[in-house]
């Protein structure tokens, strides 16, 4: 059973970056994107980044600008570089592979942005 693996959440203030990673514990394949999710208290989870197979990135728009998504193929891993953050960026970040019919998920690492 595949399991992906965050780490780098946090506390920040206001205005300030962090980096967020996640790792698959074994090569996946049939690949179709993959990207991080954000789930705020009392709301629905919502795309935040992804990256296709073919390297589109798609950014939700209160994000642009300010993340960046990115990833490495061989370590089976994707990167998350935010800066400027905000106190409504609080939330839990989940990231995701989508591997043919199948969704994988992490177990989610907590931002909470505040001074």
């Known amino acids: 059973q595949v399991q992906l693996v965050e780490s780098g959440g946090g506390v920040v203030q206001p205005g300030g970056s962090l980096r967020l990673s996640c790792a698959a514990t074994?090569?996946?394949?049939?690949?179709?994107?993959v990207g991080w999710y954000r789930q705020a208290p009392g709301k629905l989870r919502e795309l935040v980044a992804a990256?296709?197979?073919?390297?589109?990135?798609n950014y939700a728009d209160a994000v642009k600008g300010r993340f960046t998504i990115s990833r490495d193929i061989a370590k089976n891993a994707i990167y998350h570089q935010r800066t400027t953050l905000k106190p409504e960026d609080t939330a839990v970040y989940f990231c995701?592979?989508?591997?043919?019919?199948?969704?994988?998920w992490g177990q989610g690492t907590q931002v909470t942005v505040s001074s």
């Open positions: 074994r090569n996946m394949f049939d690949i179709y994107s």
């Open positions: 995701n592979f989508r591997c043919g019919p199948n969704d994988y």
């Open positions: 990256i296709t197979s073919g390297g589109s990135r």
